[in-house]
């Protein structure tokens, strides 16, 4: 017969040779663990909606830690659920608030572990949304002032990395000159630089108890169809001073994804976020997919598309799954 044609087959024959063509690689320590802390005492409660997810009080918290560093994850990002709400997030940057709690205690218990704060005031306001409301609208530089404050009470409560989700503008210039005023000049920003207005956050506000309680965040987060907007947010984050670029959720935006990493020369982190798990979870439970195989598949997409880091519910599990 002619060789007319290529036998790419000749690469898939066996098990060891797949595996030694095989392009990417998943590692236990590509994964940020997702953790909710509330302020109750002795509370292990499971979100409805995200099954293996719970809401743990600080005294719940260590038998956590050490499940996710026994397993090698080297890195968790640390969500408040404050028991006290008010219209200015005064809980979000409150020295003694439940997240600066969260993380000194697991810096103290854990100091090898990489702990990351998600600054928002969302899970702390009264109304829900990521900034200062005035008249129904939701105020930019105001807002930018109570982030930087957070930020700062973050980091001197001993977080390693501060990870700013609000999408105000501005971010990160404002939260890198309040923290360099601060000392903290060796904090590194982890920028949600590509948040897009997502249906897929459901879940998560079920569990942060952040849903806004009027209209949406239509005006911060960027709207899904928009492609070249995600680099000029990108941009902008990179010349204020981001360290790393999170792209927000990932399992529809891999195409965005590819994007940021072609485009700048930062760390690139995949939100895998919790309607993508929810999704999944149900069809399990339903027996309509194969967990593993599928969860496995589709965080490897999302390191192929050019996430080197990847947030992600999925972390304890993924990192059980491939060491097996
Ligand atoms: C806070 C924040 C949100 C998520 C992470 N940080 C919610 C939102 O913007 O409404 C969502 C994460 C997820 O869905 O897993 N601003």
């Known amino acids: 017969m002619e060789a007319s044609f290529q036998r790419h087959r000749r690469l898939r024959t066996t098990a060891g040779m797949r595996k030694l063509v095989r392009e990417t690689e998943l590692r236990a320590s590509d994964f940020i663990y997702p953790i909710f802390v509330t302020e109750e005492e002795n509370v292990k409660s499971e979100v409805p909606s995200m099954p293996g997810v719970y809401q743990l009080s600080l005294d719940r918290l260590k038998e956590e830690m050490e499940e996710v560093a026994s397993l090698g994850i080297q890195s968790v990002i640390v969500f408040g659920v404050p028991e006290h709400k008010d219209d200015v997030g005064s809980g979000a940057y409150h020295d003694h608030g439940i997240v600066q709690k969260a993380i ?53 409560a001993g977080a390693d990395i501060i990870a700013p989700s609000n999408m105000m503008d501005g971010f990160v210039a404002a939260i890198r000159e309040a923290l360099d005023q601060e000392g903290f000049t060796n904090v590194p920003i982890m920028s949600y630089a590509v948040k897009y207005a997502s249906a897929f956050y459901g879940p998560f506000r079920d569990a942060a108890g952040s849903s806004p309680q009027f209209g949406d965040r239509k005006t911060y987060q960027m709207d899904y169809a928009n492609r070249r907007e995600a680099l000029r947010e990108a941009k902008s984050d990179v010349e204020e001073g981001a360290d790393v670029l999170i792209v927000k959720p990932t399992l529809s935006y891999l195409d965005i994804v590819r994007e940021v990493k072609n485009e700048f020369n930062l760390p690139v982190v995949g939100y895998n976020v919790s309607g993508e798990y929810a999704m999944v979870k149900a069809a399990a439970q339903n027996g309509w997919i194969e967990e593993k195989a599928l969860v496995l598949e589709m965080l490897t997409s999302m390191k192929r598309a050019g996430a080197d880091l990847i947030i992600t519910y999925f972390a304890k599990d993924a990192a059980k799954w491939i060491s097996e």
């Open 104 to 156: 000194a205690q697991i810096k103290q218990d854990f100091p090898e572990l990489v702990v990351i704060a998600d600054t928002c005031l969302c899970e702390y306001t009264d109304h829900g949304h990521c900034g200062l409301v005035e008249n129904g609208e939701i105020l930019n530089d105001e807002s930018l002032v109570l982030l930087a404050k957070t930020a700062v009470s973050q980091a001197r």
